[in-house]
């Protein structure tokens, strides 16, 4: 059943069904938990599933400013006592991986975990060579000079074609304040996290995942104390979409 809260101030869209050991699931960037209603259907034949959306995804308010990680972990530990639910199984989805990671790590977070599930999970920094520092650079560079009124009046039109090529699609389609959230969050390395978590840990990942690659699930299961890998073959960065049948036969093996 899809619900509505209100948490520090922002009205919260959340869902909750079935019965027994909470589950709470955190979704990805910019993916509103309808995209993983087969996930929580399935769920809830088990567990009393609760998916909440953060601040500037589905029809949550957005932030009233540009929010790290930690952020969002204070949300997400406000949700829990706003709803009341103190901890159970994590599970979630590329960004709300982030915010797990926080959770499960930091001792002084209020919430206890004891089992978790990582679905092509976010938090490592890709190394990145001088092509894209300059890129960056250059860009900024660009928006300077087209600031300016002469600048904009001659390279206006260039600067916007060559905005939307630099700038991701879920960057170039958000507000301003949700851009200083992306920028804030995706350049934030989790990795020296992972020895800090104690619970057992599932990592679903897909094979061709080109959002978050598969060499970052390893990582995960080096460091993690107890982690393990099952890769799907074939399977994007949403293996539950592409492969359903072998993604709830290892998700229901695990629980």
């Not at 560079?141 to 991701?168: D, Q, Y």
């Not at 996290?193 to 061709?208: F, H, M, P, R, S």
């Not at 099952?230 to 998700?251: C, M, Q, R, V, W």
Request: glycine fraction near 10%; aromatic fraction near 12%.
């Amino acid at each position: 059943m899809i619900k509505f809260t209100k948490v520090q101030g922002i009205d919260t869209r959340y869902y909750e069904a079935g019965e027994g050991e909470t589950l709470l699931f955190l979704h990805g960037w910019a993916a509103p938990i309808d995209v993983y209603m087969s996930v929580l259907k399935h769920l809830e034949e088990r567990y009393r599933v609760i998916a909440v959306e953060t601040p500037g995804c589905g029809q949550t308010g957005e932030p009233p400013m540009g929010w790290n990680v930690s952020k969002y972990v204070d949300f997400v530990l406000d949700f829990c006592k706003e709803i009341g639910i103190d901890g159970g199984v994590l599970m979630g989805h590329s960004f709300g991986v982030r915010i797990m990671t926080k959770l499960m790590s930091e001792k002084k977070n209020e919430f206890s975990c004891k089992k978790a599930v990582i679905m092509d999970g976010a938090g490592i920094v890709p190394k990145r060579g001088m092509d894209y520092y300059a890129k960056v650079y250059s860009y900024k560079l660009a928006k300077k000079v087209v600031s300016t009124k002469v600048g904009g009046f001659f390279f206006g039109p260039l600067w916007e074609e060559r905005r939307g090529k630099m700038g991701s699609a879920d960057y170039a389609s958000s507000s301003d304040i949700m851009k200083h959230t992306l920028s804030l969050v995706v350049n934030e390395d989790l990795r020296h996290l992972y020895k800090d978590i104690d619970a057992e840990v599932l990592l679903i990942w897909g094979e061709k995942d080109d959002a978050t690659p598969i060499e970052d699930a390893k990582i995960m299961e080096k460091n993690m104390k107890n982690a393990a890998l099952a890769e799907i073959k074939g399977a994007s960065h949403y293996p539950f979409l592409d492969n359903p049948g072998t993604f709830f036969a290892i998700l229901d093996k695990f629980l």
